[in-house]
């Protein structure tokens, strides 16, 4: 076994050679390197999957060069086809030292299994601060698509670091430690690295089983390390353990046992995605486009993890005083007239509120910066009227525009046909999809002129109603026919080798545009998981030019560098006991993931509630850092009022304890805006 460790490196060849603390618990577990295929000394808690396609055969196992071992005694999840240790994988070169770090190439002489192998890859050891490394695995050859967020640049590697980087020549891989104590916190030399045209898997070791981040998914705080798959792009799915939901966020914090140290590890990649943790500890991460571009933190505090990372991806913003307070909003008030009326009962129960919300009854025929010209006629006055007492309006705006209407009656629509602002189907025109109001076509929001676009719609429209924030929904983006109402075509982008399993619909274009769609920078196939948050820094933009003060806009698809612009709430929920339990789960991960104002729909949004539910849900929502009462058309009543006296009662309590904590709340936003720390966090942190 040949190892170098990259400090002391300063010609070709090794200096020294050192076991990796995992390394040595993956000899000891069983496993024998040896000449030749070898199988059955592997422990079923290392096997990586070969297969991970559903219906696994022995006769594909083996054409693939992998072993099949086959046992009904084998616990769930663990694969009958896996690696053998000596499966062909790229061989390392001799490192050179850069301004940087280090660079270094991977070469592969055998073919893999999935189609159109990169033989040759390069990769990029960037040394950015002490705490902070990152790492890139590309084709030096082909100009390959890249996460379009940006992170910061450095040029010149820092004179010293918390972590100490080795190369391993076979197996071959890079194996990562914390300086101080030689805590092994990144080693991929388990099982071979697979870098394809539309097939990338890595795989690391974990040095600790509790892991906690890499959403959005509903369920337990910390995620579940028994071979548990966790599939990432973004999708409209009311919010069920095992699903892929609204956002992606492939970054995951390591609470390192009885030192109470942590670290993190983010990759910077936003195709269809599957992360695999299995109780080696391992974890598998396997993607269908761009690179492999890591950063690892660490730490070792909890809390010094998410600064770490919310300074690659961006601080949160700063959320006005007023977007603290209590929010109440309702699919179905009917009218202006009805939404009044609740904000006027609450103020006769003097329960403290800021902000009153619209939901889509509030537009004509449920098309964008339009107002429903019957019921809500006088939406203008409303608002006026709550600026008159302090308080604040929202409206839901969905960025499906309307495609239908007749030209020259719907400006949306008109101007951005004219101002070329939609995303295109595979022949080059608008591609359509059906939405709210029928048939729609969907603003590309990242070509610049959509963003101009974007801001002329929202300026009318506040010019009509003096919007102060815009809740944007609808943003995965949603589709209510698969791809598009004239189908996807076949080609690699629709029907790609492999698509994650795991994936609800088990396809890219379940409830979504065709992933052949192309946007100005790209296929919809790399940047649908961003599109959320290109719209949510449209939105931001639009909003402060217009105002001319902080935004406040909440997202339902978000990415990482998405607090920067918006917040989020955790989707369509329902009047269950266990949404809200797992409310607190959802808030806890998404400070990890630098979006602090987060919460849950208030009661629950589908189903109807009970008081109870509902009573218990005002106390523990009042401590939301986005604290919103939501729920459906044609469920009843849950705004406070519309229970009884006792009910009423426990919410102002609860939500004056609230009011009164927001000093305190305030501060906090504000050390997350400058310092990129938590609002919300669990008790480990301290």
Request: proline share 7%; glycine share 8%; hydrophobic share 35%.
């Amino acid at each position: 076994m040949k190892l170098c460790e990259m400090q002391s490196l300063r010609a070709v060849g090794c200096h020294r050679a050192i076991f990796g603390i995992a390394f040595i618990s993956y000899l000891l577990s069983g496993v024998t390197l040896t000449s030749g295929m070898q199988c059955s000394g592997i422990a079923s808690s290392f096997r990586f999957d070969c297969h991970p396609e559903e219906d696994a055969s022995q006769q594909e196992c083996q054409r693939r060069g992998c072993c099949w071992l086959a046992s009904k005694n084998l616990d769930e999840g663990v694969p009958y086809c896996f690696y053998p240790s000596d499966f062909p994988t790229y061989q390392m070169g001799s490192p050179q030292q850069t301004a940087f770090g280090y660079t270094v190439m991977l070469k592969r002489t055998t073919k893999s299994y999935y189609p159109n192998d990169v033989m040759q890859l390069q990769m990029d050891l960037y040394f950015e601060t002490s705490y902070r490394l990152h790492f890139k695995i590309y084709d030096p050859k082909s100009k390959r698509y890249q996460v379009p967020v940006p992170t910061p640049k450095v040029s010149k590697r820092v004179p010293s670091t918390d972590y100490k980087v080795q190369f391993l020549w076979s197996p071959m891989g890079l194996i990562v430690t914390r300086r101080v104590d030689g805590t092994v916190i990144f080693n991929s030399t388990l099982s071979p690295l697979i870098f394809a045209d539309q097939f990338l898997q890595l795989s690391t070791s974990l040095v600790t089983p509790y892991i906690y981040g890499l959403g959005e998914h509903r369920g337990r705080f910390r995620v579940a390390s028994d071979w548990e798959t966790y599939p990432m792009w973004s999708r409209d799915q009311p919010p069920h353990v095992g699903d892929n939901l609204y956002g992606v966020h492939p970054f995951h914090l390591g609470l390192e046992g009885s030192s109470g140290n942590s670290h993190g590890v983010f990759l910077l990649n936003s195709n269809a995605m599957e992360v695999v943790l299995q109780p080696a500890p391992a974890l598998t991460y396997r993607t269908i486009g761009g690179i492999l571009d890591f950063y690892i933190f660490m730490g070792p505090g909890s809390d010094q993890v998410v600064q770490q990372y919310t300074e690659v991806i961006g601080h949160p913003f700063m959320p006005p005083y007023w977007g603290l307070g209590f929010h109440l909003c309702r699919w179905g008030y009917g009218s202006s007239n009805r939404t009044l009326e609740i904000v006027k009962r609450m103020r006769a129960a003097s329960i403290p509120q800021d902000t009153q919300w619209n939901d889509i009854d509030y537009l004509d025929g449920r098309k964008d910066f339009t107002i429903n010209s019957g019921p809500y006629s006088g939406l203008p006055e409303m608002v006026k009227y709550l600026h008159s007492i302090g308080m604040h309006y929202i409206p839901i705006i969905d960025p499906a525009i309307c495609s239908t209407q007749p030209a020259g009656t719907y400006p949306p629509y008109d101007t951005g046909i004219a101002q070329d602002v939609f995303i295109k189907d595979s022949n080059g025109k608008p591609i359509v999809g059906k939405v709210w109001p029928g048939s729609t076509v969907f603003p590309d929001f990242f070509n610049n002129k959509t963003k101009s676009w974007w801001l002329d719609q929202i300026r009318n429209f506040h010019g009509k109603v003096p919007i102060d924030g815009l809740w944007i929904d609808m943003n995965e983006p949603s589709n209510f026919v698969d791809g598009s109402v004239d189908g996807c075509s076949t080609d690699p982008y629709n029907n790609p080798p492999y698509t994650p399993a795991t994936l609800l619909g088990g396809k890219l274009d379940s409830r979504t545009l065709c992933a052949s769609s192309t946007q100005a920078i790209g296929k919809h196939y790399d940047l649908h998981s961003l599109y959320g948050y290109s719209e949510s820094i449209a939105t931001n933009e639009a909003l402060v030019e217009v105002r001319n003060k902080r935004s406040f806009v909440i997202s339902r698809s978000t990415y990482p560098g998405s607090g920067k612009y918006t917040g989020h709430w955790l989707g369509d929920n329902y009047s269950l006991w266990p949404d809200m339990a797992y409310s607190i789960a959802g808030i806890l991960s998404f400070n990890l993931f630098g979006i602090p104002l987060v919460g849950a729909d208030i009661c629950g949004f589908n189903l109807d509630t009970t008081e109870e539910l509902c009573q218990r849900w005002m106390q523990l929502g009042a401590l939301y850092p986005f604290s919103r009462n939501h729920n459906t058309l044609g469920a009843k009543d849950q705004d406070p009022t519309s229970f009884s006296q006792d009910m009423q009662t426990s919410t102002r309590n609860a939500l004056q304890l609230r009011y009164s904590l927001l000093p305190y709340i305030y501060t906090l936003f504000h050390l997350a805006h400058t310092q990129g720390s938590t609002v919300a966090r669990p008790l480990f942190f301290e």
